[in-house]
């Protein structure tokens, strides 16, 4: 397992963790660049923000928008996060994707080799991004806590 997930969570390769390589992914069987190589923070940041701005606009169909009312906006940065979290874990776990990472290209593939991430990887996944911390926290290959506990990553599909 810790050559698949190559993090000090699982002890890494090697005793440290810190096996040398010469790219983010590398120890993981993945490219350099291109197609399969890991997407970098930046873009992984931008498909959050569509995602959640997404989350945002379909809420704003079911649920009142009133910046004057604290109480209204409140109930609805409430369910827009549920909205989110329902929207990613349904799309990652069936697709893959979510809209920011296809419109990014992006995917999110589970690093044993199986077709699907699922939507049983996709809670726990999606459950520690919305925490934002673990997601912060990256190993030597730029996957957060919430993909080393999961044993996915997000790759670029161009």
């Not at 350099?32 to 931008?46: D, Q, T, V």
């Not at 329902?86 to 999110?108: P, Y």
Request: hydrophobic fraction near 45%; avoid cysteine.
């Amino acid at each position: 397992m810790s050559r698949t997930t190559g993090s000090w969570l699982s002890g890494g390769v090697g005793g440290s963790g810190d096996a040398a390589q010469e790219w983010p992914g590398q120890r993981l069987g993945l490219p350099e660049r291109g197609p399969g190589s890991l997407a970098g923070r930046g873009a992984r940041f931008g498909a959050l923000l569509i995602d959640l701005v997404v989350a945002s606009l379909v809420t704003s169909v079911f649920v009142r928008i009133d910046v004057q009312a604290p109480e209204q906006m409140r109930n609805f940065n409430y369910v827009a996060l549920l909205v989110w979290f329902v929207i990613t874990v349904v799309m990652v776990g069936l697709f893959g994707f979510t809209v920011g990472k296809l419109l990014l290209g992006m995917r999110v593939v589970r690093l044993d080799g199986k077709p699907m991430v699922n939507v049983l990887r996709a809670i726990p996944r999606t459950l520690l991004v919305g925490l934002i911390l673990p997601a912060a926290f990256s190993d030597a290959d730029g996957r957060g806590l919430h993909e080393r506990v999961t044993g996915t990553g997000v790759v670029r599909t161009r």
